[in-house]
Nanobody, 118 residues
Framework: QVQLVESGGGLVQAGGSLRLSCVAS????????MAWYRQAPGRKREFVAD????????YYSYSAKGRFTISRDNAKNTVYLQLDNLKPEDTAIYLC???????????WGQGTQVNVSS
């Protein structure tokens, strides 16, 4: 049984910060490249950031780079997304998943809602 549980979302003012967590269980998390995505109502799911299994390589979308930081703690089976300098356009449900070919490929948690007020 694969399980991904996202948490840490909330309501913040523009310029504020949140730290999102995604706890994985049931598969080989430490061997899986992981990613964060987001989806706003009426919009397609958008890639935000990903991180290699070891944590040594990260990638960010243009909108995320410089403001968001992805990290992981394999001992805790957790991937994090630090959100800084949030903007109203960052409002979305944030979800984590494994990258293609990993044990968590196409596995999703319930997501965590981030709302940023202007």
């Amino acid at each position: 049984q694969v399980q991904l549980v996202e948490s840490g979302g909330g309501l913040v003012q523009a310029g504020g910060s949140l730290r999102l967590s995604c706890v994985a269980s049931g598969r080989d998390f430490s061997g899986s490249d992981m990613a964060w995505y987001r989806q706003a109502p009426g919009r397609k799911r958008e890639f935000v950031a990903d991180i290699s299994a070891s944590g040594g390589i990260t990638y960010y979308s243009y909108s995320a780079k410089g403001r968001f930081t992805i990290s992981r703690d394999n001992a805790k089976n957790t991937v994090y997304l630090q959100l800084d300098n949030l903007k109203p356009e960052d409002t979305a449900i944030y979800l984590c998943s494994g990258r293609s070919g990993t044990d968590f490929d196409d596995e999703w948690g319930q997501g965590t809602q981030v709302n940023v007020s202007s």
